[in-house]
């Protein structure tokens, strides 16, 4: 198929959308380089994100872009090709996620520089959804995120709490302070884990870079809050097991996902290769097939919405501080970062994605437990 016949096969894809090649409209395509069409028909949104990042197209407002994009479902019209199918056949059949490659999501994306974090989240580096429900800015939508987990679990004084995935230790950090708790964060970033130290020094927590699978210890109560995207299909049940052998008869674990409308077994092949390598989106049946004669489920709250919000401030504060941290990155950094943010809010709020805080008891709550939102 020759250029034109690809572009004219693109724009009648892209009407579906209501965008326009070279349009007027904030969420348009302004092409630069005509192999985008070949790229994009043939690799979907790898080829899209990459021709992205080497300047083929830009777009006022990516975040728009992929609403529209989304919203009407030109993902299912574009086939992909053979490497790409394969390789999500490679991600059903081995097991990504596996113990000797659990450091490579910290190495490749958490690592990256606390500077660049530092820039880019709220003042806790809080790196999950905020709440937003009486929120005004990211700040304050974090900050409640973390009180409604604490509430959730009913956190006392003196308990002890692991937190699977702590990130910088914004969790125990604010728990430890506001509640009196003590914790274990674990990390497979060893730059979290240097400045997730120095930031809770003074208070009872313990900052580990250790693998989720080798705790071994008992906890009150139990969190994780953006973690189990990395765990993989093949290991639900085995965090789940981990997670039951942690936890204390009388306590609650607090699951805290972003979460996909259908089961899958690979994630998204430009996320993989740019973003979170080794990470797919669990589904519900997923996450209920993996508690399943291990954890009664207590409660559920989708506020998917407010990922859209917390991605926007993001990107928005990634943007406004670019210059404080562009001498340690490139420009072709910059626009996959943006893209990321951009294209991630993008999918919330077509309500492609989702994300759920799930309560978990191990024998029931007696009495019932009392939803707090």
Same mark, same amino acid.
């Given at each position: ?67 529209q994009i989304l919203s009407a479902q030109l993902d299912k019209k574009i086939k992909h090709n053979k490497t790409l199918l394969l390789k999500a056949l490679m991600a059903k059949i081995f097991n990504l996620q &596996? ?6 999501? *910290?190495? %490749?994306? /958490?690592?990256?520089?606390? !500077?660049?974090?530092?820039?880019? @989240? ?101 969190? &994780? ?6 765990? *993989?299909? %093949?290991? /639900?049940?085995?965090?789940? !097991?981990?997670?039951?052998?942690? @936890? ?101 709020? &077509? ?23």
């Amino acid at each position: 198929m020759n250029t034109n016949n690809l572009k004219n096969t693109a724009k009648n894809l892209l009407s579906f959308a209501k965008i326009k090649i070279n349009g007027p409209n904030p969420q348009d395509m302004q092409i630069h380089n005509e192999n985008l069409y070949k790229n994009v028909l043939s690799q979907g949104n790898l080829g899209l994100g990459e021709a992205y990042m080497n300047k083929w197209w830009d777009c006022d407002r990516l975040d728009i872009f992929f609403d529209q994009i989304l919203s009407a479902q030109l993902d299912k019209k574009i086939k992909h090709n053979k490497t790409l199918l394969l390789k999500a056949l490679m991600a059903k059949i081995f097991n990504l996620q &596996s113990t000797n490659r659990a450091f490579q999501i *910290g190495e %490749k994306h /958490y690592d990256k520089g606390n !500077k660049l974090y530092k820039n880019m @989240l709220d003042q806790r580096l809080t790196y999950t959804c905020g709440y937003w429900k009486n929120a005004q800015n990211l700040d304050q939508a974090q900050e409640a995120k973390l009180d409604l987990t604490c509430r959730k679990l009913g956190l006392k004084p003196g308990q002890k709490i692991l937190d699977i995935g702590c990130g910088w230790g914004s969790f125990v950090k604010f728990a430890a302070e506001k509640y009196g708790i003590q914790a274990v964060g674990v990390t497979v970033s060893k730059q979290q884990k240097i400045l997730a130290e120095k930031l809770c020094q003074g208070l009872p927590i313990e900052i580990r870079l250790q693998d989720y699978r080798d705790v071994n210890e008992k906890f009150d109560h139990i969190v &994780s809050l953006g973690m189990i995207e990395h765990v *993989g299909h %093949k290991n /639900y049940q085995t965090y789940m !097991k981990i997670a039951h052998r942690c @936890l204390k008869n009388t306590g609650l674990f607090l699951l805290h996902t972003i979460g996909g409308n259908k089961s899958v077994t690979s994630n998204d092949q430009w996320i993989s290769k740019y973003i979170f390598p080794n990470s797919m989106l669990p589904s519900i049946k997923q996450i209920a097939k993996s508690i399943e004669r291990l954890f009664v489920l207590e409660d559920l709250h989708n506020f998917s919405a407010d990922y859209d919000k917390t991605l926007i401030s993001w990107y928005n504060n990634f943007k406004n501080n670019w210059h404080k941290i562009k001498n340690d990155y490139d420009e072709r950094f910059y626009r996959m970062w943006k893209y990321y943010l951009l294209s991630c809010a993008g999918t919330f709020r &077509s309500r492609k994605n989702q994300l759920w805080q799930i309560v978990l008891s191990k024998n029931g709550v007696k009495g019932g437990y009392t939803s707090i939102r």
